[in-house]
């Protein structure tokens, strides 16, 4: 059983910068492959990045690609992602979700998730 708590959200200034955290318990996260997905209102939930328990990440989306990067710290047990240059189109609710074994950008292979943490920019 995996909890995920994510915290970092906020309003910010079109190329601005804020970095997402999520928090997770559970004895095992170390070999958890850790994911991030957004969902804006009236849209589908949208893939944004994931990390191995290695660290190696997952093929970005070309929507962040350059702009957002994952990490994290096993010893911490905690996931996060960086988000620079921020656009009026990233505003979303981006939630923190977990799966066993091999990472995947669909969101309905993840088992875990957050209760999503609200990002907002203004042009």
């Known amino acids: 059983q995996v909890q995920l708590v994510e915290s970092g959200g906020g309003l910010v200034q079109a190329g601005g910068s804020l970095r997402l955290s999520c928090a997770a318990s559970g004895r095992t996260f170390s070999r958890y492959v850790l994911g991030w997905f957004r969902q804006a209102p009236g849209k589908e939930r949208e893939f944004v990045a994931a990390i191995n328990w290695r660290g190696s990440s997952a093929p970005y989306p070309d929507s962040v690609k350059g702009r957002f990067t994952i990490s994290r710290d096993n010893a911490k047990n905690t996931v996060y992602l960086q988000m620079n240059s921020l656009k009026p189109e990233d505003t979303a609710v981006y939630y923190c979700?977990?799966?066993?074994?091999?990472?995947?950008?669909?969101?309905?292979?993840?088992?875990?998730w957050g209760q999503g943490t609200q990002v907002t920019v203004s042009s």
């Open positions: 979700a977990a799966r066993y074994s091999v990472y995947s950008s669909s969101w309905s292979e993840y088992d875990y």
